[in-house]
């Protein structure tokens, strides 16, 4: 199955449009190495590339689809492997210690979901009203303020 299309012609539009002029005048246009024919061979290599290219972009995919199916038939063989041996160790306590460490898929902060952002905080404002605050902090002169009591 090819799949360039004219919308997806990986040879530009500009470049078509002068192949078409070079076929239109095939014999009067023609230079040393530049014609209809070798300009035509070079953009059907191109198209060859782009569908090459292609393929092995959808091979590539599915072999990533590969991946992830085998990761995910490979954690829930864990996850059940990991309650056998947690039920299997249970008058073991080193044994259940050891399994305790084991985290087969990784934690998410809590009362977050997966791929869910948090909604954001609505804005607070809070006036300061005279004497609030910490009694501990003391005022530092201002650069202006020393140099007029001195």
């Given at each position: 199955?090819?799949?360039?299309?004219?919308?997806?012609?990986?040879?530009?539009?500009?470049?078509?449009?002068?192949?078409?002029?070079?076929?239109?005048?095939?014999?009067?246009?023609?230079?040393?190495?530049?014609?209809?024919?070798?300009?035509?061979?070079?953009?059907?290599?191109?198209?060859?590339?782009a569908a090459e290219v292609d393929r092995?972009?959808?091979?590539?995919?599915?072999?990533?689809q590969g991946l992830h199916e085998h990761?995910?038939?490979?954690?829930?063989?864990?996850?059940?492997?990991?309650?056998?041996?947690?039920?299997?160790?249970?008058?073991?306590?080193?044994?259940?210690?050891?399994?305790?460490?084991?985290?087969?898929?990784?934690?998410?902060?809590?009362?977050?979901?997966?791929?869910?952002?948090?909604?954001?905080?609505?804005?607070?404002?809070?006036?300061?009203?005279?004497?609030?605050?910490?009694?501990?902090?003391?005022?530092?002169?201002?650069?202006?303020?020393?140099?007029?009591?001195?």
């Amino acid at each position: 199955m090819n799949s360039i299309t004219p919308e997806r012609d990986p040879v530009p539009e500009p470049i078509a449009t002068l192949l078409d002029v070079y076929g239109a005048h095939a014999e009067a246009l023609r230079f040393p190495e530049i014609d209809h024919e070798t300009l035509h061979a070079q953009a059907e290599r191109l198209r060859e590339a782009a569908a090459e290219v292609d393929r092995c972009e959808r091979a590539l995919a599915a072999a990533r689809q590969g991946l992830h199916e085998h990761q995910q038939a490979l954690i829930a063989r864990a996850e059940r492997g990991l309650a056998y041996a947690r039920i299997f160790a249970q008058d073991d306590p080193e044994l259940l210690e050891r399994l305790a460490a084991v985290e087969l898929r990784e934690r998410r902060a809590p009362g977050k979901k997966a791929g869910k952002k948090a909604p954001p905080r609505r804005a607070t404002r809070t006036r300061r009203r005279k004497g609030d605050g910490d009694e501990s902090v003391t005022e530092l002169p201002f650069a202006g303020e020393e140099a007029a009591v001195a």
